[in-house]
């Protein structure tokens, strides 16, 4: 067992270090780690743009607060609109990976009403583009994870701490992609594939009883961000299903939809167990602390 230094081990990193998440790169940057900071910075960026390149003023479409409500008749603006003229758009999981989405509500504002229009204008492979921008993101949160992980690391168990049986934010971001995965690569491999395959059955009736339509971030944006956090599953989504047509809604559409965003949020409790599986092999929960 790892005896902790510090008096408080309970002591948080601060809030600028939660901050400083935001920008991918950045506590990698602060730990002395430039190749990783670097590598942090450019792989969310290039994947936002990526996906950005396809969707461009959708970004506003599918933001929690849109900035397209009637103007008051003395000011002409309100504030979500001045907010997202200047680049602070409230898109899940995209203000994860806060300045690309910045830079790209810029360079797509248009606060006219022919732009007002674009943003609600479907684009053709939008599904894919919406799931690459998220996965930026979610790439972001991931390597936010890392840092912390690593300052933690270094606060609590100081420099002759020993290596994880796997790194933390991988094996959650392993999760994200493949539900199960992360477990899998912290040596818990019958545990990974039973709640892997728990996530994915859900994930497929919802698919199953809305015919493939449960996925789509354009009708269901809300519901789509909970829905990503089964990484593999929105990708199948904006690749297979997403672009179906769909002529029709299907009676179990609304059944579809909530199987779906079940998933998600069940793959998020896969995520954070993935990570504390890899966290306790270098920090295990004392016997104290389990019967206090």
């Known amino acids: 067992m790892v005896m902790r230094t510090l008096s408080d081990p309970a002591r948080g990193l601060g809030w600028g270090t939660f901050l400083c998440g935001f920008v991918p790169g950045l506590l990698q940057y602060r730990l002395g780690q430039l190749p990783r900071a670097i590598l942090a910075f450019a792989s969310c960026t290039a994947l936002f743009f990526v996906g950005w390149l396809l969707v461009r003023e959708r970004l506003f479409y599918w933001a929690l607060l849109t900035p397209d409500s009637p103007p008051p008749p003395a000011s002409g603006s309100t504030p979500l609109r001045t907010m997202a003229q200047f680049g602070f758009v409230v898109t899940l999981p995209e203000i994860m990976n806060l300045p690309a989405n910045a830079i790209g509500a810029i360079l797509a504002w248009d606060g006219s009403p022919t732009g007002e229009r674009l943003w609600r204008l479907p684009r053709s492979m939008e599904h894919l583009g919406g799931f690459l921008s998220g996965a930026s993101g979610m790439l972001a949160a991931f390597w936010s994870a890392a840092g912390h992980w690593e300052m933690r690391r270094r606060r609590d168990g ?9 790194d933390p934010a991988l094996c959650a971001g392993l999760s994200w992609l493949v539900p199960g995965l992360g477990h899998v690569r912290a040596g818990q491999k019958d545990k990974g594939m039973l709640l892997g ?7 497929a ?3 199953l009883f809305s015919h493939g339509h449960a996925v789509d971030r354009a009708t269901a944006s809300v519901w789509w961000i909970a829905q990503n956090l089964c990484g593999g599953g929105s990708l199948f989504a904006a690749l297979v299903t997403g672009p179906l047509r769909m002529e029709a809604a299907p009676m179990h559409l609304d059944l579809g939809i909530v199987l779906c965003t079940v998933a998600g949020l069940m793959n998020l409790v896969v995520m954070v167990d993935a990570f ?9 929960v004392r016997a104290s602390e389990v019967t206090s």
């Open 276 to 284: 504390t599986v890899a966290e306790r092999s270098v920090f295990p």
């Open 158 to 166: 100081g420099n002759d701490s020993p290596a994880p049986i796997a």
């Open 197 to 203: 395959a728990a996530v994915l059955i859900v994930f």
């Open 205 to 207: 009736m919802g698919l």
